[in-house]
């Protein structure tokens, strides 16, 4: 189990991470979802205990992070995107060194090796150095039954077929904690228009995000067919289909189509992360 309560951090004035609570049951699969610079990183060294929080605390297991850090982290593994380890070694090699870090006996030490390496399905690269691997992980997840795991991804898709929990970070702060399916619901609120029209891509996007009700508007890459694509998102866009035309035609372009689809999760993230005006399409 892991429990962050009141996690707070600063750098200098910088608050990182903005008084962020949640709970990951035991054996549970959950990710930590963002953008760049949303604090993911910075909550995931303090629970791994690498950073200590400026105010809040970590429990891992029952252990306090910050009142038996070394108890605490005896509880926690940590797989980094970019392992900081030795390249030129062979994955035996460099899991030997880890066992020998972590205080394993000489005389149990190569069958811990060979164990991690069958349940890891590493079997066929084990003799291959460490920087030639690709960084594939899904099948070890979902592989990890009864173990509980904290995974940091911006993506929303990845989140959605590992976890059974996804916990929203921007700016530092807690957007949203619910399953895949609890966010699913929430689209039931949010419209998604796909907009086809002949003129100039810069001035278009400017005139339909302008539409009252209309959150954000994107610009989709070109396809064989007339005119640009975009996808305006917006909680109720009925009135705002309506408006379109006049919009458009008004300018003197062409409209092409207008058409309604079903909101997707990635649309549901957009919404959270940018919850009022709109970014143009960037």
Known sequence: MISVEHLTKYYG???AVDD???EIARGERAALLGPNGSGKSTLLRMVTGYFSPTGGRVVIGGVDMGAAPLAARRRVG???????????????????????????????RRGAVDEVIVGCGLAEVADRRVGTLSK?????????????????THILAEASALCSRIVILDRGRLLAEDTPEGLGRRLEALGRLVVRVEGPAGEVTSALAAL????RVEAMPPDALPGARFVLLGPALGPVQRQIGPAVV?????????????????DLFVRLVRPSGHDGGR
Do not use: D, N
Not at 88 to 106: D, I, N, Q, W, Y
Not at 212 to 215: D, E
Not at 250 to 257: D, F, N, P, S
């Open 212 to 215: 009252p009700g209309v959150l």
């Open 250 to 266: 008004g300018r003197g372009w062409t409209l092409l189509e207008v058409r309604a689809e079903t909101p997707t999760l990635e």
């Open 78 to 108: 940590y797989l980094p995107e970019q392992v900081s380890l030795y390249p030129e070694l062979t994955v035996r090699r460099t899991l030997a060194f880890v066992a020998e870090v972590r205080g394993v006996r000489r005389g149990t």
């Open 13 to 15: 004035a910088t608050r």
């Open 20 to 22: 962020v609570s949640f």
């Open 136 to 152: 594939g992980l899904r099948g070890l997840l979902r592989g990890l039954t009864g173990r509980t795991v904290l995974l940091s």
